[in-house]
């Protein structure tokens, strides 16, 4: 499940990102409005976490633009004040959902959940390109009936580019998906994780192709009939 995360609080934006990816989440950051508007043009996401104080452009500001611009996908307000008339206005501006900082992390993940079983109720857990099995509860990927064996780096690379499926993911995003406690991976080692990953996977009808200059491609390479 992909999240975007939208806070400027550096500090709490790194706990966050450790908290929700240790649940299996691929979640991507935003610290302020303009780069998740951007974001937001360029991919799609389960659900948006957005902070309604950030700098330049306001958390309700961003609300009412993805909604002008027809972009239903859920958002969970996370915000400082518990006022009423605040949390009325978020939803009726479109807000799905609203949380008092601080929270629970327990309660923000179910939250999280909720919304998006809510907004995807025919979404199937399983994603398929080709032959290639990505099983999200189980976080297990399978040619046919045979798991693949895969470090946690290469899982996330994956991952990544199975939930993207026939989207460009970028080296940046692949990266972002690579937790790592020092610093990301560089655009070497991302590298070296799809030759990997290219290996473990030539048995199914998937493949990983490299676009230049833009990132990488998972797509169906099986011929049609």
Known sequence: MRLLLIEDNRQLAHWLSKTLTDEGFLVEHA?????????????RYDV???DLNLPGMSGKALLRRMRKNANDTPVLVLTA???????VICLSEGADDYVVKPF???ELVARIKVLARRHAPA???????GTLLYDMDRRQ??????ALSLTPREHAVLEALILQAGRTVSKAVLAEAVTDKDAPPSGDAIEIY???LRKKIEKSTAAIITL???GYLLENEEPQA
């Open 141 to 146: 990927f399978f040619i046919e009936d045979d």
């Open 81 to 87: 004040t518990g006022d009423v008339g605040e949390k």
């Open 104 to 106: 629970d992390d327990r």
């Open 123 to 129: 979404r199937s857990n399983r994603i398929r390109c």
């Open 194 to 196: 799809v030759s990997r």
């Open 212 to 214: 230049r200059g833009l």
């Open 31 to 43: 610290l302020d409005g303009e780069i998740a508007e951007a974001s937001l043009r360029d991919a």
């Open 48 to 50: 948006v976490l957005l």
